[in-house]
């Protein structure tokens, strides 16, 4: 069965920069668009970025728009989240997500597999 597993997540001050990972167990990545969201203790889970299947197209929230970057690497069925000039309110637990059909891509209900998350914490 399709698993994704995300790394790279850890403890940083505000302005630095991080990198997390999805590597996709069991499907080929590909075949998925896939998104990155977010969850902060007490808050909704929210659409951070994503990336076409066919056409690499990619999407940001506003609030991420100029600092994060999204890229996915075919060959080794992974997905990249670059996150530059972190800041306090970035923090939260990281997931990745994959489409199969495509649907909305800014919606959690748009995705049909998700992994367990990493956590993401930009101290002040």
């Known amino acids: 069965q399709v698993q994704l597993v995300e790394s790279g997540g850890g403890l940083v001050r505000a302005g630095d920069s991080l990198r997390v990972s999805c590597e996709v167990i069991g499907g080929t990545l590909s075949s998925y668009a896939m998104g990155w969201f977010r969850q902060a203790p007490g808050k909704e889970r929210e659409f951070v970025a994503a990336i076409g299947w066919s056409d690499d197209s990619t999407h940001y929230a506003d609030s991420v728009k100029g600092r994060f970057t999204i890229s996915r690497d075919n060959a080794e069925n992974t997905v990249y989240l670059q996150m530059n000039s972190l800041k306090p309110e970035d923090t939260a637990v990281y997931y990745c997500?994959?489409?199969?059909?495509?649907?909305?891509?800014?919606?959690?209900?748009?995705?049909?597999?998700w992994g367990q998350g990493t956590q993401v914490t930009v101290s002040s």
């Open positions: 997500a994959a489409q199969v059909d495509g649907s909305s891509w800014y919606r959690v209900l748009g995705y049909d597999y």
